[in-house]
């Protein structure tokens, strides 16, 4: 059974860090592609930041804040965010996918990711 666990999320004043985990458990995700994705209260899920070997990919909205690491011994995808907004408040998902052929723009897409975790909540105050 595959699980994707979030962790890492809190309250953070504007400008501050915080640090997202993703622990994978029931396979490894070494050689797929994984991203993070949040969603605001009455906005839709939003692409936030993706890997795939050493290809890494981020929105607009997060490029030189955000950073997106993995860790293949541990399996276990991060998510480190700095200078954050209150904008950036969110319900932040991990999400892994199974496609072996990956394009730079399946990134985006929620349909292409085929595992997801629970959420974990991010709230910036200003």
């Known amino acids: 059974q595959v699980q994707l666990v979030e962790s890492g999320g809190g309250l953070v004043q504007a400008g501050g860090s915080l640090r997202l985990s993703c622990a994978a458990s029931?396979?490894?995700?070494?050689?797929?592609?994984m991203g993070w994705f949040r969603q605001a209260p009455g906005k839709e899920r939003e692409f936030v930041a993706g890997?795939?070997?050493?290809?890494?990919y981020y929105a607009d909205s997060v490029k030189g804040r955000f950073t997106i690491s993995r860790d293949n011994a541990n399996n276990t995808v991060y998510l480190q965010m700095n200078r954050l907004q209150p904008e950036d408040t969110a319900v932040y998902y991990c999400?892994?996918?199974?496609?072996?052929?990956?394009?730079?723009?399946?990134?985006?897409?929620?349909?292409?990711?085929?595992?997801w975790g629970q959420g974990t909540q991010v709230t910036v105050s200003s």
């Open positions: 999400a892994a996918s199974l496609t072996a052929y990956w394009s730079r723009s399946y990134y985006y897409t929620t349909q292409n990711y085929d595992y």
């Open positions: 029931g396979r490894t995700f070494s050689s797929n592609a």
């Open positions: 890997l795939r070997w050493s290809d890494t």
